[in-house]
């Protein structure tokens, strides 16, 4: 990887093996974009725009001529001095006038990657990264910005963040500033997103670019089911397989606007960043300012391609190193076999059919705390209800770890209920609007994370469970979008500040904690996937991806998150049939196999499961165990099948000597009975012997013609291979036929 300057210091060149991206001074002022795409071996001026003259427009002196700042490719645009496409930054200057124009000053090369302060954002491990750093400058308005590009080795991701200072006298109000503005030449592109809600999260919407401006968003408060802080602009030939992606997502937990603009001339804009309908922020003199991250990933290999760029980077470079490898123990969480209503008698008996079945981490769900057997009350004191467990969480905790497993503990730390001791006592410490009745949400209110003393009341509340050592794993909920957003702590020039010091808060909350205690595993949860993102994966290894547990339903809800994120970092159950959540009845087989490539975890009774259920469950966790630590790290595809009625998913280890698919059909229709289905990532030059068959393939024949699977007049049934490079490791495999 390298950044290379070029034509007396005009022309910078970020590249590695993967991609380039170029930009240009021109007349010394006006930073430009010439090129984001595969890697070039050196920028030579080709592929830019030409200009004529033409009626009803603006002019400008620039070398360029007939130039329109109206289809200008700018690499940070603002509006007001000709360009009237979306804007990247707008700041109200003292005056009232809302007006700034930036101009280049300056770049230079950093080792390595710089944090952004108070925010998550990826890291550059053992240095092996660059970054660049541009400063431009508004003298009349007193404003220094400064953008950052930062490229990791042999992948085709760019890191961008901004930073703002305030070098003037005046006080200004920055309006917008978005993490990232990317322009793209005029050609076709499809617009993709994940959108979905409450336990329907990750479905793909795909549809063409059209002129205009597209968009998607969130003004929750949290990164929301509604939306991932994520798009990609990909060609209209683009497959899971080939064709050129651009894909987009913020390193965000709040409000976040992502849009596309394809103006006039068939031109593109993209850009993510905090939502500008919910943010002001008050700049005084020597203020600075800094964005989330945004990360930018170009994959000529289709939406796989993709996928691998976002996975190793959140592997490797974004979610604590200390957990990117570590396996994940398999999991009973109590949830849906006792809701509120939790006794130790009911967490003995559970326990001890878990620890037969071979499970590792009994977690404690919500209810523990509860004065009754519902979610109505309680919340915000975090006070164990004794009557419900004597001993409190200690006597739970020695139950399960005297049965040789770990023990994980529920909370729901932002959320207040109204008749909690603690709101009572401190009123003001809840999101309020002062003369208006609060909102709740799920019965709860929640805390304003911007004012400190509630920062410290939930660290050392959290502290009292963790510094004894009695918890391994937290599961961190929050269960409802933000109302009443004010705080009454801050002025009135200041209310527009308040849904970013929230999130700002979280992470103080999150950044103590996981400091104290590095080795708690916690699993992050918003009622499922509500806050499934990048910036929650910087402080917590791994979500819970939707409190859907219905097999068929998390076929698509899997893939849809598997755009983005590796399957280590996301939780997958088996619950009951029929299922809580649509009422839906599937084998034990097909949920288990819809979970085994994911952090395998069970959420249902025990007690009502018959010994031949409890004895495949011990089964089923007996392979996950011997193949987990290869899946945990492997490399995931989503496959092209025959036809809508099959989802296929596999995962090849790292040495490509194993591989794991399952075939999901989801109805039986014996009109598309007889498709291929085709491997991916195996090595051509490998045999590989599928272990139920003992058949023996070439890597080449499983990629280039594929498999046929036998009929089935069974809906949601499950195919399900396990295919070995023919070694002498073809032996290992578990015995739970």
Not at 494 to 523: M, N, Q
Request: glycine content about 8%; hydrophobic content about 35%; overall charge negative.
């Amino acid at each position: 990887m390298s950044i290379t300057f070029h034509q007396n210091n005009q022309i910078v060149h970020i590249q590695n093996t993967s991609i380039s991206y170029v930009m240009e001074v021109t007349d010394g002022k006006y930073l430009v974009h010439r090129y984001f795409g595969p890697s070039i071996r050196k920028y030579r001026g080709t592929g830019i725009p030409q200009y004529f003259k033409r009626g009803y427009n603006t002019e400008h002196e620039c070398s360029e001529e007939h130039v329109s700042f109206d289809d200008f490719p700018f690499e940070y645009p603002v509006r007001g001095h000709g360009d009237y496409r979306i804007p990247a930054l707008s700041v109200m200057q003292e005056s009232g006038t809302e007006f700034t124009e930036p101009v280049f000053k300056s770049w230079k090369v950093l080792d390595g990657k710089p944090e952004i302060k108070g925010l998550p954002s990826t890291f550059a491990a053992d240095s092996r990264g660059e970054t660049l750093e541009i400063m431009c400058e508004d003298e009349a308005a007193g404003i220094r910005i400064y953008l950052y590009y930062s490229v990791f080795e042999d992948r085709g991701i760019i890191a961008r963040h901004q930073k703002v200072e305030n070098i003037g006298m005046q006080t200004v109000k920055l309006q917008n500033v978005q993490s990232m503005s990317l322009e793209l030449p005029a050609e076709n592109y499809d617009f993709l997103s994940l959108y979905g809600t409450h336990a329907k999260e990750g479905n793909r919407e795909r549809f063409s670019l059209h002129h205009g401006v597209q968009r998607i968003e969130s003004v929750r408060g949290s990164s929301s089911p509604q939306h991932q802080p994520f798009f990609a602009l990909i060609s209209e030939q683009t497959t899971e397989h080939s064709g050129a992606v651009y894909g987009f997502h913020l390193v965000y937990s709040g409000n976040f606007l992502a849009q596309a603009e394809k103006d006039q001339f068939g031109n593109v804009r993209a850009q993510i960043g905090m939502h500008p309908d919910t943010f002001c922020w008050e700049l005084k003199p020597g203020d600075i300012f800094e964005t989330p991250e945004a990360v930018l990933n170009f994959s000529p290999d289709g939406l796989n391609g993709m996928s691998r760029n976002f996975h190793w980077l959140y592997q490797n470079h974004l979610m604590p190193s200390r957990f990117k490898d570590k396996v994940r123990p398999v999991l009973l969480n109590s949830w849906e076999s006792m809701y509120c209503d939790v006794s130790l008698e009911k967490i003995e008996e559970q326990s001890e059919l878990a620890r037969q079945t071979g499970v590792e981490l009994f977690v404690l769900d919500d209810g523990w705390f509860r004065k009754e057997n519902n979610t109505r009350t309680s919340m915000g004191d975090w006070k164990c209800n004794e009557n419900k467990l004597p001993g409190g969480i200690r006597r739970a905790a020695e139950i399960i770890h005297g049965k040789g497993m770990q023990f994980g503990l529920w909370f729901e730390p932002e959320a207040v209920s109204e008749d909690s001791e603690v709101l009572q006592k401190h009123p003001e410490w809840a999101l309020q609007i002062p003369g208006y009745q609060m909102v709740k949400g799920r019965h709860e209110y929640l805390f304003d994370l911007s004012r400190k003393e509630v920062r410290e009341y939930l660290i050392s509340m959290l502290d009292s469970y963790l510094r004894n050592g009695d918890i391994d794993y937290i599961k961190w909920d929050m269960n409802r979008p933000l109302t009443d957003v004010n705080s009454l702590v801050l002025d009135k020039d200041r209310k527009g500040e308040i849904s970013h010091r929230y999130v700002l808060g979280l992470y103080e909350i999150l950044d103590t904690i996981t400091k104290a205690y590095p080795k708690i595993l916690i699993e992050g949860c918003s009622s499922g996937g509500a806050r499934f993102d990048p910036g929650m994966l910087y402080y917590v290894p791994q979500n819970w991806t939707s409190d859907n547990t219905d097999a068929f339903d998390r076929t698509q809800i899997q893939s849809g998150y598997s755009l983005l994120y590796p399957q280590i970092a996301m939780g997958a159950h088996v619950s009951i049939t029929p299922n809580h959540q649509t009422g839906r009845t599937t084998s034990l087989k097909t949920r288990y196999q819809v979970a085994r490539l994911y952090n395998l975890g069970y959420e249902l009774d025990l007690t009502k499961c018959s010994e031949e259920e409890r004895e495949e469950i011990a089964c089923q966790i007996a392979e996950h165990k011997l193949e987990r630590e290869w899946i945990q790290k492997g490399t995931m595809c989503r496959h092209e099948v025959p036809n809508e009625n099959y989802v296929m998913w596999s995962v090849v280890s790292e040495d490509k000597e194993e591989c794991a698919a399952i075939i999901f059909q989801k109805f039986h229709n014996p009109i598309f009975s007889h498709g291929r289905f085709k491997m991916c990532s195996l090595n051509p030059d490998f045999d590989y012997m599928d272990q139920d068959s003992q058949v023996i393939y070439g890597g080449d024949e499983l990629m280039q013609i594929g498999i046929t699977v036998p009929i089935i007049k069974e809906d949601f049934y499950v195919f399900s291979f396990r295919f070995t490079k023919v070694d002498e490791k073809n032996g290992n495999k578990a015995d739970c036929e």
